[in-house]
């Protein structure tokens, strides 16, 4: 079942893209009537659509499409933790991709609980926009404050970035890491390192 768009006008317009792109391949130096760029338009047109398609919700949409809870036992403080998320975006610098991203979330519900694929739906939807990983972990983080009611949320992030391993300094092997805490993760120490405890488990 596709993701029903909330607001029209934040549709991303696949036939500016089409144009631009055969511009693109103009200003390369390249000739977009030839056999094998002659749907090269199009087809960018249609994975822009498709990887940048988080583009046309805002923070809150998002935590509405997603905020289906269920109740859990008055004053539980499990910590609730999906790790490992498999992800990728593009940097708004150079739209370069980043890759091998993987995203773990943790919260303490309050009196609800998110069901764990939404998790991984906000993720996927928080990451198809022209992003920075720091932002990446701030709208996560936002989104599941919204849609849990839980203000303790934390998220690491780690990915390769190919404006840093393709091009300009070239170097392969570097990752970058981040970590977004708010609430109770950004006071208490402990909690932290239960979190990053969980991670390293299993």
Sequence with gaps: MGIEKKNDKKAIDKKAIEMHIRGILEALGEDPDREGLRETPDRVARMYEEIFAGTAYTNEEIAQMFNKTFEVPEGSEDLVVVKDIEAFSYCEHHMALMYDMKISVAYIPTDRVIGLSKIARIVD?????????????????????????????????????????????KKPSAKTVTTTFRGRFEKETELQNRFFAMLREG
């Design 125 to 169: 939807l928080a990451t198809k926009r022209l992003q920075l990983q720091e932002r990446i972990g701030t709208d996560i983080a936002e989104i599941m404050q919204l849609a849990t009611g839980s203000e303790d949320i934390a998220v690491l992030i780690s990915a390769n970035h190919s404006c840093m391993t393709a091009r300009g300094i």
